[in-house]
C-alpha cells in the first residue's frame, strides 16, 4: 500500500506524521520525502546513506550549420524555452521541461539533446525503515522530474508512505499520483480551512480515497471540523496544540518515540488507513464496472 501525507499549505505537520507513520508501522516500511525543494525527513530519521544518483533532464542544444530558422521548435513549446530572433536560436534550460518535443518537429534534425542536472536522489536505511529522498539544485524550478526519480525507488511488496510537498501544484499531483490512501493534515485556523479545501478538491479530482489528520486541535476555531462535518470527510486523528510536542519536533525527535501513547494512536491510524483504501479500491472498482 502506498500512503500520501499531503497538506494544503507548509508547516502542517506533514512529516511529524509522515516519520510517525513509518516508526509504528510493524511490517516493513519504506519512507519517501518528495519534498524535494525542502527535504527534511533525514533530519528526523537520521538515516545511514548507501547510495545517490545524478538526476538530469534532456535539454535542446542547436547546432546552427543545420538549422533553416523555420521556427517549428519555438513555436511548439509552450514553456517558451527555445526562441528564433533573428538569426539566432536561443535556449533557455531553466525553462525547459524536456519533453523533447522541438527534436522531434525540427526537420533538418538541428537539436540533439543533452542532459542538464537538476539534483540528487538518495536513499539509506534508518532503524527498520527503508529511506529516500530527493535534492533539487538551488535555483532550479522543476521538481517533478526529480520527483519521479524518487518514486521510481518505490517497492511495491513494502507499505510506502510518501511525505509530499505542501500545496496542490504539479510536486503535490506528481507526488501523489498512484497512492492508494491520501492523508490530508490541516490545521484548525482559518488559513488551514482555506487549504485543505483546494487539498480536498484535488484528492477528488484524482479520485483517490482520503481522510484528514488535524495537527494542532485546540490551536484556532472549529470551522476546520464543520468542513470535514458538512462535506462528510472523517477525521482520523487530533494531534494537540501541545508545548511538549512543539519542542521534541524542534529537538528533531520523533513524536512516537518521545511519548508511547502516540505509538498506539498512529498504529491505530494505520489500521484505520489501510481499511478506508480497501473500501476506496472496491468502490473505485464498482463504478467503473
Same mark, same amino acid.
Given at each position: ?19 510517525? /507513520? ?13 519534498? &524535494?525543494? $525542502? ?8 538515516? $545511514? ?30 514553456? @517558451? ?8 536560436? /536561443? ?37 527498520? !525503515?527503508?529511506?529516500? @529522498?530527493?535534492? /533539487? ?70 479520485? =483517490?480515497?482520503?481522510?484528514? &489528520? ?11 471540523? @464543520?468542513?470535514? *462535518? ?14 511538549? !510536542? ?31 483504501? =480497501? *473500501?476506496?479500491?472496491? /468502490? ?6
Amino acid at each position: 500500500m502506498i500512503v500520501a501525507v499531503a497538506s494544503g499549505k507548509g508547516g502542517t505537520g506533514k512529516t511529524t506524521v509522515a516519520t510517525s /507513520l513509518a516508526a509504528s508501522s510493524a511490517s516493513a516500511v519504506q519512507l519517501l520525502d518528495c519534498d &524535494v525543494e $525542502e527535504p527534511n525527513v533525514h533530519i528526523f530519521l537520521r538515516p $545511514e546513506i548507501r547510495g545517490s544518483e545524478c538526476v538530469t533532464i534532456p535539454v535542446p542544444d542547436v547546432e546552427m550549420e543545420k538549422c533553416n530558422l523555420c521556427r517549428e521548435c519555438a513555436e511548439i513549446c509552450a514553456y @517558451h524555452a527555445i526562441a528564433v530572433l533573428g538569426d539566432q536560436v /536561443l535556449t533557455f534550460q531553466e525553462l525547459c521541461h524536456g519533453c523533447g518535443g522541438c527534436s522531434l518537429v525540427c526537420p533538418t534534425d538541428a537539436i540533439r539533446e543533452i542532459p542538464r542536472e537538476i539534483g540528487t536522489v538518495e536513499w539509506g536505511t534508518a532503524g527498520g !525503515i527503508d529511506f529516500v @529522498h530527493g535534492r /533539487l539544485r538551488i535555483g532550479e524550478a522543476m521538481s517533478p522530474p526529480l520527483i519521479r526519480a524518487v518514486k521510481k525507488r518505490i517497492e511495491r511488496s513494502r507499505l510506502v508512505i510518501i511525505d509530499a510537498p505542501p500545496g496542490t501544484s504539479c510536486p503535490v499531483i506528481e507526488s501523489i499520483r498512484g497512492a492508494d490512501f491520501v492523508l490530508l493534515v490541516t490545521e484548525p485556523t482559518p488559513f488551514g480551512l482555506n487549504d485543505l479545501v483546494l487539498a480536498v478538491q484535488t484528492v477528488r479530482e484524482l479520485q =483517490i480515497p482520503f481522510s484528514v &489528520v488535524v495537527n494542532r486541535a485546540g490551536l484556532g476555531d472549529e470551522e476546520v471540523y @464543520h468542513y470535514c *462535518r458538512d462535506q462528510g470527510i472523517p477525521i482520523d486523528l487530533e494531534i494537540p496544540f501541545d508545548r511538549r !510536542i512543539a519542542e521534541a519536533y524542534s529537538r528533531g525527535e520523533l513524536l512516537v518515540e518521545m511519548m508511547a501513547e502516540w505509538r498506539v494512536a498512529f498504529q491505530t491510524l494505520l489500521r484505520s488507513i489501510e481499511e478506508r483504501a =480497501i *473500501r476506496g479500491r472496491a /468502490l473505485h472498482h464498482e463504478v467503473s464496472r
